[in-house]
């Protein structure tokens, strides 16, 4: 089912994972999870390459990183380390250990799977995330990944798109929203 919408993208309580095809310096939408998580969760950051800089975090009292950082870098943020953005088991491990660890609802945003896609194969790629959205599907969390479309080609986006539950493609002014089913 596709709708046109440059609204909110609401999930329903049933979807856990978006993947926005996201365009370079356009504005993102915004996802509302509240069927789904409620209005009390905690954000989990996963990063392939560089981890936002501390003055992005300023705001988020509830964000938990995991990427390729030094614990205790980011001062009272937790840091959740990677050896790097090849290591898809060190994220998985990562992961885990954070859905141990934190006692609430997660909202997990992985920026991008272009980064991602920069250091393992697309194959690669697609494993980690089916089984990412999978294990999120399992627990109380959403699942929002970005992709830059100009990126790659068609077969690589249908490919990564797979997974997950709901699509945003296009621009503002002209957004789509695919939802499996």
Known sequence: MTE???????LDADESSVLVHEVPLTEPPEIDASARLGDDYVTVDIRFSRLPSRADLADDADVVLVGPAEEGSFGDVPVYPVAGPENLTGYGVALTQVIEDVD????????????????VSV???????????????REDAVLVATINPGAHDEQTLATMTQPFDVAV????????????G
């Open 4 to 10: 046109l919408s440059d609204d909110t993208v609401v």
């Open 104 to 119: 609430a609802p997660l909202f997990v945003t992985v920026d991008s799977l272009t980064a991602l896609l920069q250091h």
């Open 123 to 137: 194959d690669a790629a697609f494993r980690f995330v089916h089984v990412l959205s999978g294990r999120i599907d």
């Open 169 to 180: 493609v296009g621009e503002e002014g002209d957004r789509r929203i695919r939802r499996r």
